[in-house]
Antibody, heavy 123, light 109 residues
């Protein structure tokens, strides 16, 4: 069955960096676009970034561009998110998610999610 | 930027009742691009509906989605105890590429 397992979260001081990882199994990883999505405590979901199957197409939410870098290693079935210059407002659960799509145009969604990894930014 | 506004923020109903949740987009969007998720405390979101009205694999038929343009609806025909959760809508294709509504909490009355 499809599994996505995030790791790499934790407590970090403001200005610090983290590299989040997502290990995928149960499907052909290099056939799917992947995204990172976060959720601050008590808040809604916020899409961060997505990466195409080969890593040649990458998009970020404009508000987060510059501090976040998405990447993938298809040989290791893994997705990554490098987060730099962390701020208190980056405190959130970070999810990786697989992008699904149907045959109709603009029909894209997230069909599988990991359980998330908590990032806490605090001194 | 396309903003999704969900209403109500909190919906209090009893098991067996019908739930109607709204998601309104700030501008017209393709109905193909609208999805709904369910999230329980401490869990990841689960895809319920994609393309505005197609149920995801394994989703019971008491869940249905409808709508077009700027107004979309998630309906749960007869609430089961396990349906009490937070529901979020999601849209693809604007800027940012994906946007989510702020969520509707469905609680037991």
């Amino acid at each position: 069955q499809v599994q996505l397992v995030e790791s790499g979260g934790g407590l970090v001081e403001p200005g610090g960096s983290l590299r989040l990882s997502c290990a995928a199994s149960g499907f052909t990883f290099n056939d799917y676009y992947m995204s990172w999505i976060r959720q601050a405590p008590g808040k809604g979901l916020e899409w961060i970034s997505y990466i195409s199957t080969g890593g040649d197409a990458i998009y970020y939410a404009d508000s987060l561009k510059g501090r976040f870098t998405i990447s993938r290693d298809n040989a290791k079935n893994s997705l990554y998110l490098q987060v730099n210059s962390l701020r208190a407002e980056d405190t959130a659960v970070y999810y990786c998610a697989r992008e699904g799509h149907c045959s109709s145009s603009s029909c894209y969604y997230f069909d599988y999610w990991g359980q998330g990894t908590l990032v806490t930014v605090s001194s | 930027e396309i903003v999704l506004t969900q209403s109500p923020g909190i919906l209090s109903l009893s098991p067996g009742e019908r739930a109607t949740l709204s998601c309104r987009a700030s501008q017209s969007v393709s109905s193909n691009s609208l999805a709904w998720y369910q999230q329980k405390p401490g869990q990841a979101p689960r895809l319920l509906i994609y393309g505005a009205s197609s149920r995801a694999t394994g989703i019971p038929d008491r869940f249905s989605g409808s709508g077009s343009g700027t107004d979309f609806t998630l309906t749960i025909s007869r609430l089961e105890p396990e349906d009490f959760a937070v529901y979020s809508c999601q849209q693809y294709g604007g800027s940012p590429l994906y946007t989510f509504g702020q969520g509707t909490k469905l609680e037991i009355k």
